[in-house]
């Protein structure tokens, strides 16, 4: 359906209102990143690739994290004899969990929100333009706490801090835990600027919203493999 008001066109909000308001809905197959030339082909190599490697480091991560501590309440409450520095590395194991989630949540567009933009701007446009904003200035916010995370990981490689425990046989460098802040900081902001460059192209130059826009991005067709 066509909105008769002002011509534009524009897409389902994933909830009634918008549907109810007179939209024409844009539908984009799951595959069509995947078709089209060779560069198109290497992209999506490329962004599949790069999801597969987020979603191993959480899986790594929440496997470690839940051994680790496993062990030690095992250790601890049920043989008396706790297992220094275990507690420790969890932490510093948490640390990669936590940041590639907050990552692989902006890709996904799954990151708890309290979206009220559909109450407001019932016209699909008005909403697309609403959500563009909405990813621009979160690119930028963190885009703007971005030098202090580099000059955070730079400080430690610089101090060459080491771990209090020496559970793993001896020491390890801090560092490698504490670079997870600037990678999980730098995807964020790049998938909140893709998004914001998809928000863009639908408000102002296809003026219609497609589908897959209005809720959490499909899964690609293997998890790990």
């Known amino acids: 359906m066509r909105s008769r008001g002002n011509g534009y066109t524009c897409g389902e909000a994933g ?11 844009t539908e984009v197959s799951g595959d069509s990143s995947r078709k089209g030339g060779g560069m198109t082909l290497i992209r999506s190599f490329l ?3 790069l999801l597969r490697a987020q979603r191993i480091i959480m899986l790594l991560t929440i496997c470690i994290t839940t051994v680790a501590v496993f062990l ?7 043989f008396k004899a706790p297992l220094v520095g275990i507690e420790e590395l969890a932490a510093y194991v948490a640390f990669w969990l936590y940041f590639i989630g907050g990552s692989y949540g902006s890709y996904e ?9 559909q109450l407001f701007f019932k016209d699909g446009l008005n909403y697309a333009k609403a959500h563009f904003l909405s990813s621009l200035l979160s690119g930028l ?12 990981v730079k400080w430690g490689f610089e101090m060459n801090e080491r771990s209090r425990s020496t ?5 390890f460098p801090v560092v490698y835990f504490q670079a997870s802040i600037l990678v999980g900081l730098s995807l964020m902001c790049f998938y909140f600027f893709v998004e914001s460059c998809q928000w863009f192209k639908a408000a102002f130059i296809d003026r219609e919203v497609p589908r897959n ?13």
């Open 15 to 25: 909830v009634n209102s918008l549907r109810e308001s007179g939209c024409k809905l």
């Open 47 to 49: 962004w599949d690739t």
């Open 72 to 78: 030690e309440v095992i250790m601890r409450y049920f």
């Open 109 to 117: 567009r799954s990151h708890i929100s309290a979206d009220l933009s």
């Open 141 to 152: 916010a963190i885009l703007y706490v971005l030098p202090w995370a580099y000059e955070y």
């Open 167 to 171: 559970f793993l046989g001896e020491s």
């Open 213 to 225: 826009m209005l809720s959490p991005r499909e899964e690609i067709d293997s998890w790990i493999g």
